[in-house]
């Protein structure tokens, strides 16, 4: 009884189990479907939001890093390529474009490409190149000094190869260096002594016929007479103004070429500090008044005669002269340089004072006689 009792009571558990199968299969297959729907939600947001956009970052990142790789590759080749190109631009004449080339080059050997091995000993030979450079610009503007200086006298043109010169100026400028005055100033006094001899060597030429006693140098023998004081500075006066005349051409170029936005720097580049663009007319300045003053003292020393009464003044009329045009000579000076030299005048003095002695002799001479 028991055993039919329970198989009842099991039986009605099947039934009821087989009954409800189909339902519970209907949920379990709905479950399923939602878990693989939600599974391909989740794999599209991981896809779509998190692996595609770190690949897209790493993707942009590794072109990032490519072109870089190629900045750098091209900047290789164009560093390779320096010194050919500075070889070109100085067969050229570009002295700044070749220097402005060396310095942006060093600042790119010291911070793009400091870690390059291949490069470590250009920087040294760029350095060494600016040096050799600098030494042939004071080389070229020691040579043009010379040319234009010594130029005929009847050739008034005013700097015919003004293109080259200004190349080099704005070479030797943009070093920052300021020692090609010091090389002015010599060949300037070079050309100034030289114009005086000549003159010296055609007045002498005429008194003893030979030029061999100035051609030697000899002070003692290149005196001038009195009367000859006078035709040398109507002969020098003219032909120093315009030695100066060039001399002030060139300078007033320098000074043009100094403020030249190329030269003292722009906005990527160290810029000329106001200090030191006063400091080159300063240099210029004294330049021209030391040549002033060197020429005013050298035909000064020439006019001042010995104290034999051969050599000194004989009449008013030659000191009138000789007044007239040491007058002239200083007065020129003064408004083409702009520089006051007193030398003459105090070789004018001298003469007085000479004269003026001499003329006291002769008096006593004629007072003792009688």
Not at 8 to 20: E, G, I, P, V, Y
Not at 272 to 288: H, R, S
């Given at each position: 009884?028991?055993?039919?009792?329970?198989?009842?009571?099991?039986?009605?558990?099947?039934?009821?189990?087989?009954?409800?199968?189909?339902?519970?299969?209907?949920?379990?297959?709905?479950?399923?479907?939602?878990?693989?729907?939600?599974?391909?939600?989740?794999?599209?947001?991981?896809?779509?939001?998190?692996?595609?956009?770190?690949?897209?970052?790493?993707?942009?990142?590794?072109?990032?890093?490519?072109?870089?790789?190629?900045?750098?590759?091209?900047?290789?080749?164009?560093?390779?390529?320096?010194?050919?190109?500075?070889?070109?631009?100085?067969?050229?004449?570009?002295?700044?474009?070749?220097?402005?080339?060396?310095?942006?080059?060093?600042?790119?050997?010291?911070?793009?490409l400091?870690?390059?091995?291949?490069?470590?000993?250009?920087?040294?030979?760029?350095?060494?190149?600016?040096r050799?450079?600098?030494?042939?610009?004071?080389?070229?503007?020691?040579?043009?000094?010379?040319?234009d200086?010594?130029?005929?006298?009847?050739?008034?043109?005013?700097?015919?190869?003004?293109?080259?010169?200004?190349?080099?100026?704005?070479?030797?400028?943009?070093?920052?260096?300021?020692?090609?005055l010091?090389?002015?100033?010599?060949?300037?006094?070079?050309?100034?002594?030289?114009?005086?001899?000549?003159?010296?060597?055609?007045?002498?030429?005429?008194?003893?016929?030979?030029?061999?006693?100035?051609?030697?140098?000899?002070?003692?023998?290149?005196?001038?007479?009195?009367?000859?004081?006078?035709?040398?500075?109507?002969?020098?006066?003219?032909?120093?103004?315009?030695?100066?005349?060039?001399?002030?051409?060139?300078?007033?170029?320098?000074?043009?070429?100094?403020q030249?936005?190329?030269?003292?720097?722009?906005?990527?580049?160290?810029?000329?500090?106001?200090?030191?663009?006063?400091?080159?007319?300063?240099?210029?300045?004294?330049?021209?008044?030391?040549l002033s003053?060197?020429?005013?003292?050298?035909?000064?020393?020439?006019?001042?005669?010995?104290?034999?009464?051969?050599?000194?003044?004989?009449?008013?009329?030659?000191?009138?002269?000789l007044?007239?045009?040491?007058?002239?000579?200083?007065?020129?000076?003064?408004?083409?340089?702009?520089?006051?030299?007193?030398?003459?005048?105090?070789?004018?003095?001298?003469?007085?004072?000479?004269?003026?002695?001499?003329?006291?002799?002769?008096?006593?001479?004629?007072?003792?006689?009688?």
């Amino acid at each position: 009884m028991k055993i039919s009792k329970q198989v009842a009571q099991k039986s009605d558990a099947f039934f009821h189990a087989m009954l409800s199968h189909d339902t519970i299969m209907e949920q379990m297959a709905r479950a399923v479907k939602t878990v693989k729907i939600t599974r391909k939600d989740i794999t599209d947001v991981k896809q779509n939001l998190t692996e595609n956009p770190l690949k897209l970052i790493s993707l942009t990142r590794i072109n990032h890093n490519l072109n870089n790789v190629h900045e750098l590759l091209k900047l290789i080749a164009t560093v390779q390529q320096t010194q050919p190109m500075i070889q070109l631009l100085l067969s050229t004449s570009d002295y700044v474009a070749a220097l402005d080339l060396i310095s942006s080059t060093q600042k790119v050997l010291s911070t793009r490409l400091s870690g390059v091995q291949a490069f470590r000993h250009l920087s040294p030979q760029l350095t060494e190149m600016k040096r050799l450079i600098h030494k042939m610009l004071n080389n070229e503007f020691s040579r043009f000094i010379v040319t234009d200086l010594n130029r005929p006298l009847k050739d008034l043109s005013e700097l015919p190869d003004r293109d080259k010169i200004v190349s080099i100026v704005s070479g030797i400028l943009r070093l920052r260096e300021f020692d090609f005055l010091d090389i002015f100033k010599t060949e300037a006094m070079t050309s100034i002594q030289a114009t005086i001899k000549q003159c010296l060597i055609e007045i002498i030429s005429q008194r003893d016929g030979s030029t061999e006693i100035v051609l030697r140098g000899s002070n003692a023998d290149t005196w001038l007479l009195g009367n000859e004081g006078i035709v040398f500075l109507q002969k020098v006066t003219p032909n120093i103004m315009n030695l100066f005349k060039r001399i002030l051409s060139i300078s007033n170029l320098i000074l043009d070429i100094s403020q030249m936005s190329d030269i003292t720097g722009n906005d990527s580049e160290e810029i000329w500090t106001q200090e030191e663009l006063t400091l080159i007319e300063e240099k210029i300045k004294k330049l021209i008044a030391s040549l002033s003053d060197y020429s005013n003292e050298r035909c000064a020393n020439l006019i001042v005669t010995k104290t034999d009464k051969e050599y000194a003044l004989t009449n008013l009329t030659q000191l009138s002269k000789l007044s007239e045009l040491t007058e002239r000579f200083s007065r020129e000076c003064e408004q083409i340089t702009g520089h006051y030299s007193n030398a003459m005048k105090l070789a004018l003095r001298s003469f007085a004072m000479k004269y003026i002695q001499n003329l006291h002799s002769e008096r006593r001479l004629q007072l003792t006689s009688a």
